[in-house]
């Protein structure tokens, strides 16, 4: 015989053809136990309770289940093998909910439709923060935030340091201008030294591995210099501010480092944490960068270039953040655009690789990639020669072929 099971807010049901009830799993308005049911079938698993209530409709001949709820059809038949089928759009499930207020009074449930719709309200609000809060925990979400507050922090160290330059300058103009060019060299400097009086060699070979002719520079320096004398002491607490600042950029990026490790070791194998965590970042998320083609992720970072040349006809972009890759940016010109083009490929399938959970063969890629380079290397020896464009835009961006004279 049939029957047919119908799950609700309020609870599970098995009804026969003629709509009886035949049994019934009742939530008693707690909401732990409804979500605690909707959750088990994300996780691919079936309560006892529900496991109990089939096996007893078995043994009262009820041979066969059916469904409208696809999930929990398709666990019912993997994990019980019992014979079911799935009727979306069967007349008995939609009477059944349409009823719903009734079919409750039958079992002893007295509810308003008001208070069943307010109970859906309520469980589905509740679902709905538990799916955000899974999402915000996202391991490629988190690497997105630590990459742009990394990028935020190098800007707010170079401009404290801009400043830092221009603050101590005031007293020793002669170092802030040509001799340390290091911002957070400076910042040490300027934080254990001080007073331009303290700069003797004695003093520096101390406390820095600084040469002999960066030495007696400095040296020489402090001693003709034509600084004012200024209050240090809040100098000295703004470079430690610089240093404190430097050194948790530090800390990020050594959690970054392990970060991505764990979340796309592929990916981070071949153009390290941070170029792979901007990727990322810039992508909006592993997943999006996965199914990324490889033309896109090559002019990742470079859509303004991209759009100025559809629209002005300028030069056309060959690459975005993977410039930053040291094969890339060590690379003449002519060879810049044949890497990118092959680093893009690979970057691609790192991070399907990394995103579906697969293997690590990151190193394997890495020896692809030097290799190709390589290949590129003496397949192209010379610069080609720049082709003419035939075409030159209008005014309004639109490209037309010149006329032949």
């Known amino acids: 015989m049939k029957t047919y099971i119908v799950d609700t807010l309020m609870g599970i049901f098995a009804f026969d053809e003629s709509g009886n ?20 079938l994300e996780n691919n698993t079936i309560l006892k309770e529900y496991y109990d209530m089939l096996f007893d409709l078995k043994n009262s001949s009820f041979n066969e289940f059916i469904f409208d709820n696809k999930k929990l059809e398709l666990l019912t038949s993997q994990n019980l093998n019992y014979k079911t089928s799935l009727e979306i759009f069967s007349i008995e499930f939609k009477r059944f909910r349409l009823s719903l207020e009734e079919q409750l009074k039958k079992v002893g449930i007295n509810k308003s439709r008001s208070e069943i719709l307010a109970k859906y309200k309520e469980i589905n609000v509740e ?13 490629d979400i988190i690497i997105i935030q630590i990459i742009e507050t990394l990028e935020i922090m190098k800007k707010s160290i170079s401009l404290f340091s801009s400043r830092l330059r221009e603050w101590y300058g005031l007293h020793f103009p002669e170092l802030t201008d040509k001799i340390i060019e290091d911002n957070i060299l400076l910042a040490k400097v300027v934080s254990i030294i001080g007073n331009r009086e303290n700069y003797n060699i004695n003093n520096l070979s101390e406390k820095f591995e600084f040469n002999d002719n960066l030495l007696n520079l400095l040296s020489k320096k402090a001693s003709e210099s034509m600084g004012s004398e200024i209050d240090l002491s809040i100098v000295q607490n703004y470079a430690n501010q610089i240093l404190s600042l430097d050194l948790y950029r530090e800390e990020l990026e050594v959690y970054l480092d392990n970060l991505m490790e764990k979340v796309s070791p592929n990916l981070k194998a071949i153009v ?3 170029i792979g965590a901007k990727l990322i970042a810039k992508a909006g998320g592993l997943k999006k960068l996965a199914y990324m083609p490889a033309s896109r992720v090559q002019l990742l970072g470079a859509e303004k270039a991209l759009y100025r040349f559809l629209k002005t006809g300028e030069a056309r972009p060959k690459h975005g953040l993977i410039f930053q890759w040291r094969q890339i940016r060590s690379s003449k010109p002519n060879y810049r655009g044949k890497i990118s083009r092959m680093l893009a490929g690979k970057i691609g399938i790192a991070s399907k690789i990394d995103f579906f959970k697969g293997d ?11 290799e190709k380079i390589k290949y590129i290397k003496i397949k192209y020896p010379e610069h080609p020669k720049e082709k003419v464009n035939s075409r030159k835009p209008t005014r309004k961006g639109k490209w037309q072929k010149k006329r032949k004279v």
């Open 21 to 40: 009830i035949l049994s019934f799993i009742d939530f008693n308005d707690d909401n732990q136990k409804i979500i605690e049911f909707y959750v088990s």
């Open 272 to 274: 390290s944490s941070l």
């Open 360 to 370: 690590f063969i990151g190193d394997v890629l890495a020896k692809e990639i030097e």
């Open 127 to 139: 679902f709905t923060k538990r799916k955000i809060s899974k999402v915000g925990g996202q391991s």
